[in-house]
């Protein structure tokens, strides 16, 4: 078993060939943390990390025993208000007023496999072999509340997870106002932090700081994880970079409110903690009640960041994301909102989609508008029918022409929402979230649904549901263009008013659920206004997620490096777009947009039928040159070689399982006159075997073995060493695509 209990140093030890995990009971039976990173050992006794000795203006446990102090102790989940002053993990608020507890440990339960989490969106098994559990139950006698700390440590993948359960054994009720999914007392506090911050159009951008002494945190009060910052941080040791060195990675399954923090303690411990945002947060736990937290999964590496980032790659492609389309490439699509907005007609879009698949793209999606009386953002949203007035032969009309063409068809909803002009508010005003007596603020002209109610949930499913029966739909883009203001539940007393913005988000999980179990098949995408709930929870639902809706492709660079960290190159929605770009009125070439948009799920946001026939044959070759290497690009290894935070050149490779093929792409922001020599080393491939390796387009850049590309490097500055780039037409925004493969002799 990949999981040991010492049963007389009351150690448990979890491991697999790479990673190490240990936890001991306490003296006091609460729970400490003394090891996560490389595997070690087994060792029957750790006691000897216990360093707890005797410190000036501490308070201890034992009176007259000034050797343990709670203060001093790392633990695995700790709790505020007897002798540690830093940030609990718990806090249970009891009819006294007091928050006082003490969770001790009971018993604990070891077995094979992973269990689901109930209503949340968690990681999982296909097999038992694939992982192994332990649930250790601790009690806190006064209260009579039980706190169940479940992990799950994968054999192929060096992460743990874990998530905590509270039931309330007793007759009385308590609030829970802090419940984080998970706990590190990490021993120094030697690490820079990363977090992955920004806005709507320029979302996860990476920001790196060394940690201080104090609370350095990121999170989301929002009611989405948000554009702002994502449930995903990265701790890792000053010198570690791309290619080498240690550290951890801790992603939140949650698309809600959540905090991530990290509090550096005066003898220098650092405590790293995740989990629903405390802030506006309290769930009543009644008697006999139980309350589930989301999962953590924390990821640790001794490799360097991109093993990190793929370890969840892997993690997330195979066993968080689901479904029909899991491990399926991802269909070329056209959409018609940038090539459209709302000023369509049926005879329009055949002709976008017609045009789409002369050039050999696979899904014609059909974004906003197409419902109600939807014709402006002002109004529509909820009235999930089709208007005729626009297309005469409803969705499955239009389906049924798409398909005759031999596409796939999509269709948009933002099931979330409302707008104060629809059927669904004029007849269920009260189904919005809003607070009595104070006035509802709208974004975009809309209201959030009050999706804590499940007569709320049933209504939206109801409508969505008969159009994807009644319409022939492949694939759904799931949007959410405005934040929770005035959080309240009418369906709600005063005492759980604390529970909405949880209640909302499994709302719209069950939505989710609810759908895919019915329609197996079809892909969703998910989106937010672009990236704004682009996180691990969404991907338990929709394999893909909109990236963002800064489509401009140096912007691409940075949102799309920045969002790797964590999230699989076949979750990120890419597509190509006109010029100069809507977002940033750039000019880039047509080139550059599909060497980006090639690593992400490839699509097409513009009016193909106002290009050029040059425009258009070399759209072709993208969508053919994709289609030859989608497996390669969706599914492959991916590493950053350059970084777009730091360098003018980004570049980045995917190098299929087998180390077959290698592409490669290699942009660069602007151009630069007289410009170094350049060599651009190439990892991951087979150090004996012969690759040949030719640019997209056909020139031919020699063969070298795989040993001399990862060390010496494959020559770049070919095209741009001169003294004028205007001689090679080499414009700026420009990039190249390398493709290497194994020379057959
Ligand atoms: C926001 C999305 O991010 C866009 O792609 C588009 O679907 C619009 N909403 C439509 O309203």
């Not at 699509?333 to 002369?358: C, M, P, R, S």
């Not at 669904?424 to 009050?450: A, E, F, K, M």
């Amino acid at each position: 078993m990949p999981i040991k209990f010492h049963q007389n140093s009351q150690e448990f030890h979890l491991f697999n060939d790479r990673i190490s995990y240990i936890i001991k009971v306490l003296r006091n039976d609460q729970l400490g943390q003394l090891y996560f990173g490389r595997r070690v050992p087994d060792r029957a006794d750790h006691s000897y990390l216990v360093e707890n000795g005797y410190r000036p203006v501490m308070s201890y446990v034992y009176d007259d025993d000034y050797d343990f102090s709670l203060g001093n102790v790392k633990q695995e989940y700790p709790a505020y208000g007897t002798t540690d002053y830093r940030m609990p993990a718990v806090e249970v608020k009891q009819p006294n007023g007091s928050t006082v507890t003490n969770f001790r440990y009971r018993s604990h339960r070891i077995y094979a496999g992973k269990p689901k989490l109930a209503d949340l969106p968690a990681t999982y098994v296909e097999n038992n072999d694939e992982a192994t559990t332990l649930e250790i139950i601790l009690h806190d006698d006064v209260i009579n509340v039980d706190l169940t700390l479940t992990y799950t440590i994968f054999a192929d993948y060096d992460a743990i997870t874990r998530s905590v359960r509270f039931a309330n054994h007793s007759d009385q009720d308590y609030q829970l106002t802090t419940a984080m999914s998970m706990n590190l007392d990490l021993p120094d506090d030697n690490y820079d932090w990363l977090q992955f911050s920004g806005a709507w159009g320029r979302e996860r951008q990476l920001k790196c700081t060394h940690l201080r002494p104090g609370i350095q945190s990121v999170g989301s009060t929002r009611g989405a994880s948000s554009h702002m910052q994502n449930p995903f941080v990265i701790l890792k040791r000053p010198h570690t970079d791309e290619f080498q060195g240690e550290a951890y990675g801790f992603s939140l399954v949650y698309s809600g409110n959540f905090l991530a923090q990290a509090q550096v303690d005066a003898y220098q411990v650092t405590r790293v903690q995740m989990g629903i945002n405390p802030f506006h947060f309290s769930w009543k736990l009644a008697p006999g009640q139980k309350f589930q937290t989301p999962e953590a999964v924390m990821v640790y590496t001794s490799n360097g960041l991109n093993q990190l980032s793929q370890t969840y790659h892997r993690l997330y492609q195979r066993r968080l994301a689901r479904g029909y389309w899991r491990d399926r490439p991802r269909p070329i699509l056209i959409n018609n909102w940038e090539a459209t907005y709302f000023d369509f007609t049926e005879g329009k879009l055949v002709q976008l989609a017609k045009q789409a698949h002369e050039l050999g793209i696979e899904l014609f999606v059909l974004d906003d508008g197409w419902f109600g009386k939807r014709t402006t953002e002002t109004a529509g949203l909820g009235d999930w029918w089709v208007n005729r007035d626009r297309l005469p032969n409803g969705i499955s009309g239009l389906a049924d022409r798409i398909h005759r063409l031999g596409m796939m068809f999509g269709l948009w909803f933002e099931p979330e929402m409302t707008n104060r002009d629809s059927e669904l508010y004029r007849h269920h005003p009260d189904y919005i979230i809003q607070t009595p007596d104070r006035h509802p603020s709208q974004g975009r002209h809309q209201y959030v649904l009050d999706f804590s109610r499940p007569e709320v949930v049933d209504y939206v499913y109801n409508l969505i549901a008969k159009v994807l029966r009644d319409g022939h739909v492949d694939y759904v883009k799931w949007d959410m263009n405005r934040n929770i203001t005035e959080c309240f539940s009418a369906a709600f007393p005063a005492d759980q008013q604390g529970e909405i913005f949880h209640r909302y988000i499994l709302g719209a999980y069950r939505l989710y659920e609810q759908l895919i179990q019915e329609f197996p098949k079809i892909l969703f995408e998910s989106c937010a206004s672009g990236g704004g709930r682009f996180d691990a929870g969404m991907l338990y639902y929709a394999p893909q997620a909109w990236t963002s809706d800064d489509s401009d492709a140096i912007e691409r660079l940075k949102i799309q490096a920045g969002t790797s960290y964590c999230y699989p190159i076949s979750s990120m929605g890419a597509h190509v777009s006109v010029c100069p770009n809507e977002q940033v009125n750039r000019y880039t070439p047509l080139k550059t947009r599909g060497d980006v948009a090639f690593f992400g799920d490839l699509g097409y946001e513009l009016d193909l039928t106002k290009l050029r026939p040059d425009e258009l044959a070399q759209i072709k070759n993208q969508v053919k040159l994709m289609k030859h290497y989608r497996v390669l690009f969706q599914f492959g290894r991916f590493y950053r070689l350059k970084s777009p935070f730091t360098s003018n050149i980004t570049a980045w490779l995917v190098v299929s399982p087998d180390q077959q093929q290698a592409a490669m792409g290699y942009f660069k922001v602007l151009n630069d006159v007289n410009a170094p020599y350049r060599l651009q080393r190439v990892p991951g491939l087979l150090a004996d075997q012969k690759y040949r390796v030719h640019e997209e387009g056909g020139h031919d850049c020699g063969t070298y073995t795989g040993s001399e590309l990862a060390n010496i490097g494959l020559v770049t500055s070919d095209a741009e060493s001169e003294q004028s780039a205007a001689t090679r037409d080499v414009p700026d925004f420009y990039s190249r695509l390398f493709i290497f493969e194994v020379k057959k002799d």
